[in-house]
């Protein structure tokens, strides 16, 4: 545990009541109705979605779960989520436009606007308790997790106190505030997580301990992580962390914030947009931020903890206090920040609780509307009021986030719960993908998706919980295993069940693509989807390069990030020509 100064506390609490105060501000327009709480009257510009959705997936666990991947694998671990950028590209190019233009409110009326019947209601209901809930809760109870290390690390809190504290305060702006709460809170919350991101970055690197960039990257327990791509001659290495993720990852699972055609609340996002071409833009630069911009500080602070902490045990040494349950990796970063000085400590602790409540503030947003709009409002109540779905939104709310902080109890770090999620919609990815334009796609074929995946992941998930497992496997092998059954099966009751009426297939296509083609311009968007995607990894790269001190490497990839842009901007108008 450190000491704050006066000057910390007085950061952190001015924080906290900003929060609050923007919540009661905008509490009287979001409570007018549905529309208003959950997406903000369908008028949000680009920029402040785009920066929401960088803010939501820069959760309180992301710092720990890189600066685990640095630790365990080095710099090229991170590929296992890298990989899913992908996934984010054909999002943007191939499906943003199409969410904005379906005017639904959630993503989960997708259901009874693409298919027919009472398969269709139930698929929607089940959805909105499967992701609303319970997909929900498992997300943000490894957020709550991480913040209750960093906390326990820095303040001395113990997991109880952490979440009753943050919990309060994030529940009362999110319940008052809605989705335009939640939106103007991101914005500030991410500038303030990046500039204590980037200042405590800097001073670290800078401690005596480590002696700058150039001592810390020819240190011995630095020097053989440095690898921004795996050991090629390292085949389990290989096929974990660059095969696995390319060739399969990013196309066949389902994980949030990364939904192979968009989904959850990137969806919400996207639906809440001006038009399609905010919704767009929104997601083109949500992409570019989340995977280019964002990863090197944590990088840095990963590969410095190796310094300081070269081990477990000398975490464990440092910190008696830490309860024996919280051990692992990804709290070497909360342990690296306890060596900034005071001012600087108290704005990185903001920035944390920033990251932490702009994430839970916008799962439970989206997890209630899930549960207002495609469950009580229905199938319980469908003659409800708007005062009443905002109530029913507000006690959501609270409910959620209670279940959310109990269960983070049962949990051991970031990344069983990157691993449990992955694998949970391992196999249903390409189902999402193909359901805009394979007709012969029904509710029952995602039935069969969500129950195969599901039973799979919890056989592996138990399995691994067992003093005596049924089995040995290796992780990318429990995925590859996911993948193949559950495509498989969902595909298999796709060819044997009958798909949608045509009267429904009809409207949902003229929703969607009106009297164009589905498939027009599409050799300008796959020519848009490998611009974005090499023009952001150029930039990821050119960026680690720099800061190794390999300037050429560095100036080619900028050339080539430059060219990228350059090119996107001269068929932009080919590739949103729907939207102009």
């Known amino acids: 545990m450190i000491h704050l100064s006066s000057l910390d506390f007085v950061i952190i609490a001015l924080f906290f009541a900003f929060s609050i105060l923007i919540g009661i501000v905008v509490s009287k327009k979001s409570g007018e109705n549905s529309s208003e709480f959950f997406l903000s009257g369908r008028n949000m510009p680009w920029w402040l979605l785009g920066v929401s959705m960088v803010a939501t997936t820069f959760a309180a666990d992301t710092p720990g779960l890189v600066t685990e991947l640095v630790r365990t694998n080095g710099v090229s671990g991170n590929w296992v989520w890298w990989a899913l950028l992908l996934t984010g590209m054909l999002t943007v190019f191939f499906y943003a436009k199409l969410w904005r233009k379906s005017g639904i409110t959630t993503d989960l009326e997708f259901y009874e606007l693409r298919y027919s019947g009472k398969p269709a209601s139930f698929l929607r209901g089940f959805r909105a308790i499967y992701l609303g809930v319970i997909f929900n809760i498992i997300t943000m109870a490894g957020v709550c997790l991480a913040g209750s290390k960093i906390a326990n690390i820095l303040l001395g809190l113990s997991q109880q106190e952490t979440l009753l504290y943050s919990s309060i305060i994030v529940v009362i702006y999110s319940s008052l505030g809605g989705l335009k709460g939640v939106l103007i809170t991101d914005f500030f919350q991410f500038l303030l997580a990046m500039v204590g991101s980037v200042w405590a970055t800097i001073y670290i690197v800078n401690l005596p301990e480590i002696g700058g960039m150039g001592e810390l990257l020819q240190h011995e ?251 040995e496997l290796q992780g990318y092998m429990q995925l590859i295993i996911g993948v193949v059954l559950t495509t498989i099966g969902w595909i298999v009751v796709t060819l044997m069940t009958p798909r949608s009426n045509q009267e ?77």
């Open 221 to 471: 327990n630095v020097s053989g992580k440095l690898n921004i791509l795996p050991d090629f001659s390292n085949t389990e290495t290989l096929i974990t962390l660059f095969i696995i993720p390319f060739a399969v990852q990013w196309w066949s699972t389902w994980y949030p914030g990364a939904e192979p055609g968009g989904g959850g609340y990137i969806a919400q996002r996207m639906l809440a947009a001006k038009d399609e071409k905010h919704a767009t833009w929104a997601t083109l630069f949500f992409n570019f931020a989340h995977y280019a911009l964002r990863p090197w500080p944590w990088i840095l602070v990963g590969l410095a903890s190796l310094v300081v902490f070269p081990s477990l045990e000398s975490i464990g040494v440092a910190f008696p206090g830490l309860h024996e349950d919280m051990h692992g990796h990804d709290v070497a970063y909360a342990a690296m920040m306890t060596y900034l000085p005071a001012g600087l400590i108290g704005l990185v602790i903001t920035s944390l609780a920033a990251a932490f409540m702009s994430t839970i503030s916008t799962q439970l947003n989206w997890g209630s509307s899930y549960i207002v709009n495609d469950f009580y409002g229905r199938f319980i109540n469908e003659g409800a009021s708007e005062k009443q779905k905002v109530l029913v939104g507000r006690i959501s709310t609270v409910l959620l986030m209670v279940c959310a902080a109990l269960f983070s109890f049962y949990i051991k770090s970031a990344k069983d719960v990157f691993d449990l999620l992955l694998q949970i919609g391992a196999g249903t990815g390409l189902l999402f993908i193909l359901r805009w334009f394979w007709k012969q796609i029904n509710p029952y074929s995602e039935i069969a998706a969500m129950v195969i995946s599901f039973i799979i992941a919890v056989v592996f998930f138990v399995n691994g919980k067992l003093e005596q497992p049924w089995f």
């Open 504 to 580: 429904t297939l009809e409207h949902f296509e003229n929703v969607a693509f009106g009297n164009e083609s589905k498939f027009k311009n599409i050799g300008y968007k796959i020519l848009a989807f490998f611009l974005g995607v090499i023009g952001t990894y150029s930039v990821l790269f050119a960026t680690g390069y720099y800061i190794y001190g390999k300037t050429l490497a560095a100036f080619l990839l900028t050339v080539v990030a430059i060219i990228c842009a350059f090119v996107l901007k001269r068929i932009w108008n080919k590739v949103l020509d729907e939207v102009e």
